[in-house]
């Protein structure tokens, strides 16, 4: 392998020395191969390509300073892409297997784990697709679920630093009963044409309000949003929003740190009283939000005048990262050691 420059290394795919496969045939999951092939072969006709059969999950692997290769919540992820499964009808890939998954994948791929304090990670992508050959609309009675893993550098090019965002009511990400609350790759391929758009306009990404009234925020991009005001920590509830591993991370170290989480719809008028906003998920953990600008109303609320991430998001990313690398004890009891 040609020695990678671990330091710039850019969010993107790097192909990797192993996949691990599964598949689901007649009614029950098979043995989990080892594959050094890059691709898939399925027919052209399989319900993922056609009919959107089709969830994935993100997750890194953090090289440690003690030496470990550590995890983050990997039954939070195993127990998200269960509830993915449940609202595409797709069979529930079991706990035991997908963490059995994940940790064999990894430690295949060893060599391709950044080191430490190199700014990279290892990305893991658990990918459920339905392969069934079928032209009608129902679901596929086979399926093949693969893991493969990626080293990526920041989600954001300046890291941890703030960024501006604009606000769009011309774009859903998804509709309130509809599959915004599942990581499907059609809520993302709903998002290209905004974030397109945003990037047009000088943005680092789109910023949506609720699909119905248009009222209430909902999701940065492909992002949680939170908001810090009188020492809360404050968060939109949507049944459009994707469950965030990450979010859910911080709201329980925000109450660590002895704040207030709430959990409710957020107008889009109360931007204006937060003192720091962020948008949170596993790619970026915390992207800081600069600023929020409305085109429609040309009001914009501002969180960082002089472009500095705020304290409370700055220590929430910090322990959070603390945490996920084995800086910090683990009482929650969050990690997995993969690799010790």
Not at 110 to 117: A, G
Not at 129 to 139: C, L, N, R, S
Not at 173 to 199: D, E, F, I, M
């Amino acid at each position: 392998m040609k020695e990678l420059d671990w330091k710039n290394l850019s969010f993107g795919y790097i192909q990797t020395d192993y996949n691990v496969r599964c598949a689901y045939h007649d009614g029950k999951w098979g043995e989990i191969e080892i594959s050094s092939d890059p691709n898939i072969n399925m027919s052209m006709a399989a319900t993922c390509l056609h009919y959107g059969q089709e969830a994935f999950e993100g997750l890194k692997a953090y090289r440690c300073p003690d030496g470990k290769v550590r995890m983050f919540r990997i039954e939070e992820n195993a127990a998200r892409l269960q509830s993915t499964c449940r609202g595409l009808v797709m069979p529930e890939l079991p706990t035991e297997l997908f963490t059995e998954m994940l940790k064999k994948v990894v430690r295949l791929n060893e060599r391709f784990i950044p080191p430490y304090e190199s700014g990279a990670t290892l990305y893991v992508r658990p990918l459920l697709i339905g392969t069934t050959a079928q032209v009608g609309v129902h679901p596929a009675k086979d399926y093949l679920f693969v893991v493969f893993v990626t080293p990526v550098g920041p989600y954001f090019k300046g890291g941890f630093s703030t960024t501006p965002y604009v606000v769009t009511r011309d774009y859903d990400r998804s509709a309130p009963l509809g599959t915004g609350c599942y990581k499907v790759g059609g809520n993302y391929a709903a998002s290209l044409r905004a974030n397109q758009w945003a990037h047009e306009q000088g943005y680092s990404c789109e910023f949506y309000l609720d699909a119905k009234e248009k009222k209430y925020i909902d999701e940065c991009g492909a992002a949680n949003f939170f908001g810090i005001k009188e020492n809360k920590y404050v968060t939109p509830l949507s049944t459009s929003i994707l469950p965030s591993v990450t979010n859910k991370s911080l709201m329980q170290l925000a109450e660590d740190l002895g704040m207030t989480v709430e959990r409710r719809q957020i107008p889009i008028e109360e931007l204006e009283t937060f003192e720091e906003a962020g948008a949170c998920g596993t790619a970026a953990v915390i992207s800081p939000i600069e600023r929020i600008d409305d085109p429609e109303t040309g009001k914009s609320y501002v969180f960082a005048k002089d472009g500095k991430p705020g304290p409370i998001s700055t220590r929430l990313y910090h322990k959070l990262l603390d945490i996920q690398y084995g800086r910090e004890a683990d009482v929650h009891g969050w990690t997995t050691v993969v690799i010790d």
